[in-house]
T-cell receptor
Framework: DAGVIQSPRHEVTEMGQEVTLRCKPI?????LFWYRQTMMRGLELLIY????????DSGMPEDRFSAKMPNASFSTLKIQPSEPRDSAVYFC?????????????FGDGTRLSIL | DQQVKQNSPSLSVQEGRISILNCDYT??????FLWYKKYPAEGPTFLIS?????DKNEDGRFTVFLNKSAKHLSLHIVPSQPGDSAVYFC?????????????FGQGTTLQVKP
């Protein structure tokens, strides 16, 4: 079975540019999560969706960040305009919905560098 | 305010010995706990979990212990193998039952020496 697929794996762009990260969750999973990992803050949840609906976006750092899930098999995380402090590894994860007792399965991440 | 803490950034163990990774939490509403393993350039991989109604869960070489009164859990790996060398994250469910939202610790880097 295919796992969570993220693209691109690496992104290097200049400050001010728009960045779009993509995620394909595991088929049959109803919940999707976007995380950011940095040395300073560790792994922090940005936003998550249940059945394509955003449930909690309290972790989204600023209005420059937005996320969408137009259907059950695709989600995007967009940063516009990007800034050097956005440099981090961004992970997408999915799980079956069922309360908290469902492990999340992670993609391999997108390493983002903003110059 | 860190609700899930892994106070040891790193741990080094000899192959064949026991590895014990520790995790403390502050929120008494947490009711589900997980351990993830992460290799470089990969995403975290689910390892083992435990519900707050239990105090122990075992899966092969991996055992997780939960002490609710102390708000402490630990992961035991016996025997440790070089392939276990990775970063281990402890995570807890935020306690709102159906949210699925996990709070992660900062991670502990385990090195198993041959």
């Amino acid at each position: 079975d295919a796992g969570v697929i993220q693209s691109p794996r690496h992104e290097v762009t200049e400050m001010g540019q728009e960045v779009t990260l993509r995620c394909k969750p595991i088929s049959g999973h109803n919940s999707l999560f976007w995380y950011r990992q940095t040395m300073m803050r560790g792994l922090e949840l940005l936003i998550y969706f249940n059945n394509n609906v955003p449930i909690d976006d309290s972790g989204m750092p600023e209005d420059r960040f937005s996320a969408k899930m137009p259907n059950a098999s695709f989600s995007t995380l967009k940063i516009q305009p990007s800034e050097p402090r956005d440099s981090a590894v961004y992970f997408c994860a999915s799980s079956r919905r069922g309360g908290g007792n469902q492990p999340q399965h992670f993609g391999d991440g997108t390493r983002l560098s903003i110059l | 305010d860190q609700q899930v803490k892994q106070n040891s950034p790193s741990l080094s163990v000899q192959e064949g010995r026991i590895s014990i990774l520790n995790c403390d939490y502050t929120n008494s509403m947490f009711d589900y706990f997980l351990w993830y393993k992460k290799y470089p350039a990969e995403g975290p991989t689910f390892l083992i979990s435990i519900s707050s109604i239990k105090d122990k869960n075992e899966d092969g070489r991996f055992t997780v212990f939960l002490n609710k009164s102390a708000k402490h859990l630990s992961l035991h790996i016996v025997p440790s193998q070089p392939g276990d060398s990775a970063v281990y994250f402890c995570a807890a469910n935020s306690g709102s039952s159906n949210t699925g939202k996990l709070i992660f610790g900062q991670g502990t880097t385990l090195q198993v020496k041959p």
